[in-house]
Each structure stands twice: as C-alpha cells, then as structure tokens.
C-alpha cells in the first residue's frame, strides 16, 4: 500500500475489486475517495470523469460514453444520478459551430444535443474540459497545495521545474469550451505529460483506469505539498510571522459569542443570515500576523473559494482583549467597517458590471475576521456558511504555500466579476429551490427533548430554521438529537443541557446558539411541570418549584434571549406555551393555575416593553395534550382524573367531549399555532394569546 504524508491514500482492493468491470461503479469509488479530503478538494468543488464503450440505444452500434459529475454536484457525496454522461464524438464535434470566446454560454445549452443518458444529470461547465482530452479517467481537482503553485507569481516556472517538465501549464481562464481546448492543446504539444496545471485555478490529471488516476492525482499533489512544506519559513517567517498573540482556547470561545450577534445583526441588513465560527490553527496563524493586511484584500484566487467568500473578508478593529459589555459602543465602533464594506463592494460591481449582469447581490462581508480570537461566516444557511469557513480556510492555506515558495497573486477584479456574476453561476443560484419561511431563522425551544417541545422544534426545522435543542434530561436530549440529526442533518441542529432554573447553563445555552448559529431569532418557553393538589396538600416546596421552573424560569430564559435579540438588532420573537388553566378556574390547581396565569401577565407585560425592538411576544395556550408529554408524568393525570372523578383510561376522551369541537389534542397542533405566530404571516402581532384547546368556552379570552 503506497503512504502519503499530505493526503489519505484510502484505496481497497478488495472493495474496488468487487467493482471490476464497472467503470461508472469505480468513477464513484474514486471520486467520494478524493471528495473525503479536504485538502484534495472543497466541498462542491473539483470533477471527476470517465469515458466507456456502450451501445447506442439508437442503432445498437458501439460509442464512446463520457459519464462526469453533473452540475452543481459534489465528488464526495457523488451518486450515479449526479452523473452527466455525454456522446464523445457529439461533444466534440460542438467545435464545429463554436464561435468564439465570446460565445462561451451558449455552448452549455448545446450540451444538452450530446445526452447519452437521458435521465442522467445536467452536464457542467467544465464538461468540454474532460471531453476533449484523450483519457478514458480524469480527475480536475482544487488541492491547496498545487493551487499554491498555480496561484504563485512564479507557478509556471516552478511546476516546469518540480515536474520536469511532466505537468503542463494553461493560464488562467475562465472555465468553458475555450478552455477544453486549451487543455488539448497543452497536450499537443507536450505529449507524455502526467497532468495539467491552471493558472490561479487547480489540478489535471488523469489515467488509464480508475486507480492509476487515483495514484497519480495523489502523486502529484503530494510532491506539491512536499515542495511547499520544505519552504515554509525558509525564507521569511510564515506570513511575515505574528503580530498578534491568540487568546486562549475559552477566551476566544467566550469572546466569540458576544460578538457573533452583533456581527450577524450588521450582516442580516438585507436577509436573515446564519454564521459559523472557527478559530483553527491555520486560520489562527493567519489573521494574526503581519502579513493579514497585505493579504486579505488580494482576494482568493481560485474561482469556487471566492464564489462562497466574496470577493475579499472583513477585518475586525477590535483588540483581541476588547471589552464587549457595552454593545452600543461596539456596534457605533464596528458599524463604519460594514459601511465602508458595502460601499467597496458596490464599487466593485458597478466598475466591473456588464450591461446584460445580473442585479447585485448581498453587499455584506461573508468572511469576518477577529485577530486573537478567530474567523466567523455568515451565510443563507449554516451549511453555507459553514463551507464558506472551509473554503476561506483552503484560500489560506493556497497564500501561505505560494507566499513561501514566490508571491502570491489573486484573479484581477475583472475576471472575479465575471465569475461571480456570469450568467451561468445566476441561472444555477436561479434553480435552487426557493427559501422556506424560516430559513435564516434560529430557533431555542426549552424542553424540547419529547411531547410539545420536540414537536415545535421539529416543526421549526422542517420550515428552514436550525434549531437548538434543550432538556433537563440527557438521555432524551441526546435522542433527540440523533433524531433531529437523522431529519434535518447535522448543520441544523445543536443541543444544550438546560435547567431553565440554573442561571449558568441558559448562559450557556445562549452562548450555544451564538457560537453555533450567531445568535437567536425565536425562543420558545415550553419547559414545564405540573402539580395538582388540593389548596391543603400543597407544600411550600411545591409552589417554589412551580414558580421557579414556570415563572422565574419564562423569565430568565426571555431575559437572556432578549440580550441577544438586541445586540442582533434585527427583531425577534418569543413564544410562551402557558395553558388554558391561566384563564379557568379549577379544583386541585391553585399552585399550577396561579403559576400558568402569572406566565400569561408576564407576556404581557414582555410584549408592552419589547415592542419598541421589534420583539414580539404571543402565548400559545394548549389544553389536554396527553401524548409523549412529560407534564403527564409524575402524579398529574392520576390527580386530574381524581379532581374530574373518572380513571387515568378515560382522561383523552373526557378532554375532548368538553371541548367546542370535540377533538383530542396533540403536540402538533400547538407546533402548528407556534409556526403561525412565526412564519412570517403574523409580524405585526404581539401581545396575543392562541387558544388550542379545542374549543373551551370558558377559556376565551375575550
């Protein structure tokens, strides 16, 4: 087995012998082999293809079949059905009516006349750079260590020199047909060549099966990352060395979460923004020393890291040690940064804008930088941010190898433009399925480890927004977790153990949220208990812990919401799941009822005060909602059935039969009423309170 030092050479034989004979079968192999590493390839980023003799549907005759990653795909996550597979000879004859680079885009629609497989996906861009060289396997890669080269100022020179001539050179240009050429042209006149390298973009290289491509894209991006490691602080130390030193480890964290809701506040002026934060070593070693201000402004040069990134970060003026206790100061300090941002990038467009460009888009950094403290990404969605982090982190990586072996050098704005705004990238970002109500949302539903709770939250995140689950007990949270992980997929969900009567861990929670997401856009106050007990068997002990967890707990949980909604400063909601019995009478309930109609008062007086901030705060009063609700627990419904005179059994039908329209409830339909307060339909109410009860006539509230 061959050992690497820069790569994971992760090849079996035995699992790529069961594949033999299948070529479609060890392209898949290969490609989620490469797509595992980042270092080999960003998320998104890269194709991998090969070509196979089969029989034409058509006449039955023989052809050559290119199967490539179709558009928009992934190599490390790639099916068959992400697969383009495309007539060989029909591909390359588009030559014929090619008119020049200043028709590129209309080549993509023609692909479509070149499908072999009809249900296969829609081809890519980068579909005449496989197909007009000769090889029935190749890799086109993005590897920060050769795009270190590819992006030095001296990259030609120093790949003719580390290859030995072995690995051709193109200059950058933007992908499409022009460049399909190119690269046969390379070959033509570089024969026996083992790849191709491109200008500020990324990696050739190819074989005459699966695993001699494999080996040879691991071959070569080893002996680049070998090349760069021998030079790294031979000349001058690593990006001119460090300025600043980096806090420690729970410093930065703690830091980190006061600022990210200010930050996504200034970044959600136009949409609401989800964010991520890293402070990874590599990322440290960069925004802290000398050569950040030289650095950052470049830009990234490879075109699918500045797609995600934009077309340069911004840096913080904030000491590592700066206190954030007083918000205002630090928003009335940062916020001419954002200005100063958005005016750059309105320049930028309107300088290199076409006439036929699309509308510009989100002015806003995605990429922020924290000297000491670490890099956060704010993105439609965590996924995005959160690949945007890793991409910027490749970008690093590419400035800190070109800038030990020559100098580093970005796209010209130009032709960064014209990436970033080509018509092609606009009618992909036009394809995607459209937001969902409450995607940018983050959403904090205390106890929502089963019954009500779960059922919100799960509701939230089936509607777009990335949640963050708590619960007193463990092992349900942790359940939940996996659940909501299983549904919804790890970027969208975070769990934090919550007592909402332990002042620490709703900090923590918080902090949580801040870290994870940036901050927190809908709490949601369902944790509860229930007593019921006649007025003389009511304890002290009983009451405190009634108020604490009810009263004290909607309080403080809020409290602590309310400081981050307002250091956002974009709005925000806050639901309280309080109950019928805050407006009935009833026997055996003073201690519960008195506590559930003091939550009522207290969304009130909430509402009156957060309005101002553009906080609303609505009640959602449930009534009888048995199933998978810990409220049941624990003497409840032996004490109700024992007030109402009938058995635990007949408790659900005896709710229904005493409702308006005689329906049982269950937890998704109090989901459902906190989704209408929240979708967007019911901005401008706060102060309200939705019955779900099923229709209780002496529960109405007006």
Same mark, same amino acid.
């Given at each position: 087995?061959?050992?690497? $030092? ?17 070529? !479609?079968? %060890? ?25 196979? *003799? ?62 072999? &497989?009809?249900?296969? $996906? ?55 047909? &022009?460049?399909?050429?190119? %690269? @046969? ?12 390298? %491109? ?117 913080? +003026? ?37 006439? +036929? ?15 000491? !403290? ?156 229930? *007593? ?56 055996? +309930? ?13 969304? @009130? ?20 909602? *048995?199933? &998978? ?52 339909? %019911? ?20």
């Amino acid at each position: 087995m061959k050992t690497y $030092k820069h790569v994971n050479y992760l090849w079996n034989e035995e699992q790529a012998k069961s594949l033999e004979g299948d070529e !479609v079968a %060890l392209l898949l192999y290969r490609s989620n082999l490469l797509g595992s590493d980042l270092r080999i390839t960003n998320y998104g980023g890269g194709n991998t293809s090969c070509k196979v *003799i089969d029989k034409d549907p058509l006449t039955g005759e023989e052809v050559e079949v290119m199967w490539i990653k179709g558009s928009g795909g992934d190599i490390g996550t790639l099916k068959k059905s992400g697969l383009a597979a495309l007539y060989v000879n029909r591909l390359r004859n588009l030559e014929k009516v090619y008119r020049g680079i200043e028709h590129e885009d209309e080549m993509v629609e023609l692909f479509n006349h070149c499908i072999f &497989d009809l249900s296969s $996906k829609a081809p890519s861009i980068d579909t005449p750079l496989h197909g007009f060289l000769p090889f029935k396997h190749i890799d086109h890669l993005h590897p920060d260590a050769a795009i270190a080269i590819a992006a030095a100022k001296d990259g030609k020179k120093i790949t003719q020199e580390l290859f030995n001539g072995s690995i051709g050179w193109v200059d950058w240009q933007k992908p499409g047909f &022009d460049l399909g050429l190119q %690269l @046969r042209e390379c070959l033509e006149q570089n024969p026996g060549i083992r790849g191709i390298m %491109l200008g500020s973009h990324g990696l050739f290289t190819w074989g005459d099966t699966a695993y001699e491509c494999y080996v040879n894209s691991l071959d070569v991006i080893e002996a680049c990352a070998t090349y760069l490691e021998e030079n790294y602080g031979k000349a001058r130390p690593v990006f001119g060395g460090a300025k600043v030193e980096s806090l420690q480890a729970n410093d930065r964290t703690a830091q980190a979460a006061k600022i990210a809701p200010v930050l996504r506040g200034f970044c959600s002026s136009e949409r609401p923004m989800i964010g991520h934060f890293t402070d990874d070593p590599r990322v440290l070693e960069y925004i802290n020393s000398n050569d950040l201000e030289k650095l950052a402004p470049l830009g990234t040069s490879c075109p699918d890291h500045f797609l995600r990134t934009k077309i340069q970060p911004l840096i913080l +003026n904030l000491d590592k040690n700066e206190d954030l206790s007083n918000l205002e100061a630090i928003k009335e300090k940062i916020q001419p940064l954002f200005e100063d941002y958005r005016a750059m990038y309105t320049e930028y467009y309107e300088t290199c804008k076409h006439p +036929n460009s699309p509308a510009i888009r989100d002015k806003n950094p995605v990429i922020i930088i924290y000297p000491g !403290v670490g890099m956060f990404a704010f993105a439609k969605d965590k996924q995005t941010a959160r690949v945007a982090a890793e991409f910027y982190t490749n970008a690093i990586n590419v400035m800190k190898g070109s800038e030990a072996v020559s100098e580093y050098t970005s796209l010209p704005r130009q032709e960064a433009f014209n990436i970033e705004y080509w018509l092609l990238e606009e009618a992909k970002l036009q394809r995607m399925p459209k937001p969902k109500a409450l995607s940018g949302k983050i959403a904090l539903v205390t106890g929502s480890a089963g019954g009500i709770g779960k059922a919100i939250a799960k509701k939230f995140a089936a509607e777009g927004a990335v949640v963050v689950l708590n619960d007193m007990n463990a092992e349900r949270l942790a359940g939940a977790e996996e659940e909501f992980v299983g549904l919804f997929g790890k970027d969208n969900v975070v769990s934090a153990s919550l007592d909402v009567t332990n002042e620490e861990q709703i900090q923590q929670a918080f902090e949580k949220a801040s870290l994870s997401f940036g901050g927190i856009d809908i709490v949601v106050n369902n944790a509860g208990l229930s *007593i019921s007990k006649s007025i003389e068997d009511h304890s002290e002990k009983d009451m405190d812990l009634l108020y604490d967890v009810l009263v004290k707990g909607q309080f403080f949980v809020t409290q602590a919401a309310v400081k981050v909604m307002k250091a956002q400063a974009i709005g925000g909601d806050v639901l309280n799941i309080v109950s019928k019995n805050a407006l009935v009478s009833g026997p055996n +309930n003073a201690g519960y009822g008195s506590a559930k109609a003091a939550q009522l008062h207290l969304s @009130r007086l909430n509402a009156a005060e957060l309005g101002a901030a553009k906080i609303r705060v609505n009640v959602v009063n449930p009534d009888a909602v *048995i199933s &998978d609700s810990n409220i049941w627990a624990g003497g409840w419904a032996e004490g109700r059935a024992k007030a109402y005179g009938i058995t635990v059994e007949e408790l659900p039908a005896f709710y229904a039969k005493r409702t308006l329209l005689n329906e049982i409830i269950v937890p998704d339909d109090i989901a459902n009423a906190c989704y209408a307060f929240v979708g967007g339909l %019911l901005n401008k109410s706060t102060g309200n309170v939705l019955n779900v009860d099923g229709g209780v006539a002496v529960a109405f509230v007006r």
